[in-house]
């Protein structure tokens, strides 16, 4: 049986997901989207070859529903999908800090939720998507949606008392990237290069660097060794680092992004 899946409120990240549908060999003609704007529905439509509809017509169409709308809107998109949503819909959410109970206490009885914490390099194919099942989703359900976001990067199954720590350190990860990019670019330029080209070398190291954790198979702690010889630069850059707490300061902004996002399941605006 063909599977019909329908991105619900879809902006940057619903329309990588999309994209890497298609990619990965699903065909236009199974695949919805819906929109709060209707010439963003219909751009979609137009560059897709999408269908483009209103929310309880995917609800009612659709086998799978990813719900990708902001975290704040979340409960009045269930409103109006509750009376539309059968129970044996896939519901699949991209919301921080909303866990599934939320989503099982508004919709049918019996209804599998997925919660999905993505990332931005989904853009690029590079997103690393942490899934939990609810109560009702089944091991079928998990492989579906790892069909799914496998199109834009990797996945990792977890309990989903893990997923406010998943969060801190992968959802909100590349701004925490972006952000040390930024300060060693201005370091550069306080040496005295120009920031086109502080930028550049900063970014190839930061690539060079990735690609040598994924693919060596090392610990970073043995990786970082290897670049630090004895009474050399980069013992003593890695000291100043230690002497101004950048350790401490990153596990405690980790916790920090943590429990924001345990307010936000709690109802904490």
């Given at each position: 049986?063909?599977?019909?899946?329908?991105?619900l409120?879809?902006?940057?990240?619903?329309?990588?997901?999309?994209?890497?549908?298609?990619?990965?060999?699903?065909?236009?003609?199974?695949?919805?989207v819906?929109?709060?704007?209707?010439?963003?529905?219909?751009?979609?439509?137009?560059?897709?070859?999408?269908?483009?509809?209103?929310?309880?017509e995917?609800?009612?169409?659709?086998?799978?529903?990813?719900?990708?709308?902001?975290?704040?809107?979340?409960?009045?998109?269930?409103?109006?999908?509750?009376?539309?949503?059968?129970?044996?819909?896939?519901v699949?959410?991209?919301?921080?800090?909303?866990?599934?109970?939320?989503?099982?206490?508004?919709?049918?009885?019996?209804?599998?939720?997925?919660?999905?914490?993505?990332?931005?390099?989904?853009?690029?194919?590079?997103?690393?998507?942490?899934?939990?099942?609810?109560?009702?989703?089944?091991?079928?359900?998990?492989?579906?949606?790892?069909?799914?976001?496998?199109?834009?990067?990797?996945?990792?199954?977890?309990?989903?008392?893990?997923?406010?720590?998943?969060t801190?350190?992968s959802?909100?990860?590349?701004?925490?990237?972006?952000?040390?990019?930024?300060?060693?670019?201005d370091?550069?330029?306080?040496?005295?290069?120009?920031?086109?080209?502080?930028?550049?070398?900063?970014?190839?190291?930061?690539?060079?660097?990735?690609?040598?954790?994924?693919?060596?198979?090392?610990?970073?702690?043995?990786?970082r060794?290897?670049?630090?010889?004895?009474?050399?630069?980069?013992?003593?850059?890695?000291?100043?680092?230690?002497?101004?707490?950048?350790?401490?300061?990153?596990?405690?902004?980790?916790?920090?992004?943590?429990?924001?996002?345990?307010?936000?399941?709690?109802?904490?605006?």
């Amino acid at each position: 049986m063909t599977q019909k899946v329908a991105v619900l409120g879809t902006g940057k990240i619903g329309e990588a997901l999309l994209s890497g549908m298609i990619r990965g060999g699903w065909s236009p003609a199974d695949l919805m989207v819906t929109a709060r704007r209707a010439e963003r529905a219909e751009e979609l439509r137009t560059r897709y070859g999408v269908q483009a509809v209103s929310n309880a017509e995917a609800a009612q169409a659709a086998d799978t529903l990813i719900l990708t709308v902001k975290p704040q809107d979340m409960a009045a998109l269930l409103d109006e999908l509750a009376p539309h949503t059968p129970a044996d819909r896939l519901v699949i959410s991209g919301a921080a800090g909303i866990p599934t109970s939320f989503f099982e206490a508004r919709l049918a009885g019996g209804t599998p939720v997925i919660r999905v914490m993505t990332n931005t390099p989904a853009l690029v194919d590079e997103a690393m998507s942490v899934i939990s099942a609810g109560t009702h989703a089944g091991e079928a359900d998990l492989a579906h949606a790892e069909e799914i976001f496998n199109g834009v990067g990797k996945t990792l199954r977890v309990p989903e008392a893990q997923q406010d720590a998943a969060t801190a350190l992968s959802g909100s990860g590349p701004a925490y990237f972006y952000y040390l990019v930024e300060a060693m670019t201005d370091a550069g330029i306080l040496l005295g290069l120009p920031r086109d080209k502080a930028h550049d070398l900063i970014v190839q190291a930061a690539i060079g660097a990735a690609v040598m954790l994924r693919d060596s198979g090392e610990h970073p702690v043995r990786l970082r060794e290897n670049v630090t010889s004895p009474a050399g630069t980069t013992i003593n850059a890695i000291r100043e680092l230690e002497n101004h707490g950048v350790r401490a300061a990153l596990i405690a902004a980790l916790e920090a992004a943590r429990d924001r996002s345990r307010a936000l399941a709690s109802g904490q605006g």
